[in-house]
C-alpha cells in the first residue's frame, strides 16, 4: 500500500530553519508530481509547495523566497527546505501528491515556532 512518511519537524526559534523529508513507498515515486502542505490549528490544509515530475515548482505566496521544495527519484524522497520562519509557519506538514489523494495522507510531522 501507499505509504509517505513526514519526518524532520520540531520546534524552533523565530527566523530559524527546518528540513522536513517524506518517504514515499508503494508508488512509483517518479511518475508523480509531489506536494508539501500545512495545516494550521483551527485552519484548512493548504498547499505550501509542490514539484512535478519534471521539477517544476510553485510556491504558496506566503512561503515564497523563504522555502525550498526538492526531491530525489533515487530515494523516492521529497524534501521542504524551510528558512526565516515566523510563527505563521507553525502547523502540522503533511506530503502527498500533487494534487492530494486523499488516501494517501500521512500523520504528518509538526513545526512548532516559537521563542
Known amino acids: 500500500q501507499v505509504q509517505l512518511v513526514e519526518s524532520g519537524g520540531g520546534l524552533v526559534q523565530p527566523g530559524g530553519s527546518l528540513r522536513l523529508s517524506c518517504a514515499a513507498s508503494?508508488?512509483?515515486?517518479?511518475?508523480?508530481?509531489m506536494g508539501w502542505y500545512r495545516q494550521a490549528p483551527g485552519q484548512q490544509r493548504e498547499l505550501a509547495a509542490s514539484?512535478?515530475?519534471?521539477?517544476?515548482?510553485n510556491y504558496a505566496d506566503s512561503v515564497k523566497g523563504r522555502f525550498t521544495i526538492s526531491r530525489d527519484n533515487a530515494k523516492n524522497t521529497v524534501y521542504l527546505q524551510m528558512n526565516s520562519l515566523t510563527p505563521e509557519d507553525t502547523a502540522v506538514y503533511y506530503c502527498?501528491?500533487?494534487?492530494?489523494?486523499?488516501?494517501?495522507w500521512g500523520q504528518g510531522t509538526q513545526v512548532t515556532v516559537s521563542s
Open positions: 508503494g508508488i512509483i515515486f517518479s511518475t508523480y508530481a
Open positions: 514539484i512535478t515530475r519534471g521539477g517544476r515548482i
Open positions: 502527498n501528491i500533487y494534487p492530494s489523494m486523499s488516501l494517501y
